[in-house]
């Protein structure tokens, strides 16, 4: 009797063992995100500033915030950001639409700054457990012109971005950049 509780307690034990690193996987979320998704490719936008990178960063993270992304990546040391919206926020439906955005803050050789930025529409359908979910990139010329005018007018504590608009002190569209200038020449 002894010798069989021994022999069904070894494998019990492991079992039990495994029990944490299972429920890891259930869970679906990872602990760091996935950085392969920042590498800069032509579905990025880009767009130059005259601000250091620090304030272009703090300007996009905010101006992002404010859409009503919630966050889940914004690391200033290697200018990623990322972030996620649902028009069904809170609610549970079998077809739920969102965006999630892609950005990087990138140093110019001018000592300047740029953002590239990624938008995605999600489309998820199904239930939670066994849905599947559709991302289709945003090639909106004027969506991207509105985040990076939102990110060169945000009035950020500085007296430049608080004085009217002088078309000489706006930042001119990057060379790399496929969009027309932010504001009428």
Known sequence: MVLMQKRFLAPSLWALSLIPALSGCAT??????????????????RFGYAFPIEETFDRTVQVFKEAGYRLDVADRATGQISGERSKASGTISASNKGLKFYAMVLPTSAGQSEVAVKIVQIIKQGSIVGGAQTEIIVNDAQMYQYAFHRIADLNFGNAAASQPYNPSARPA????????PPYPQ
Do not use: H, M
Request: charge should be negative; avoid cysteine; charged fraction near 10%.
């Open 28 to 45: 679906g979320g990872a602990v760091q995100p996935d950085r392969s998704i920042f590498s800069l490719d032509g579905n990025y936008q």
């Open 173 to 180: 569209a990057s060379a790399g950049s496929n969009l027309p």
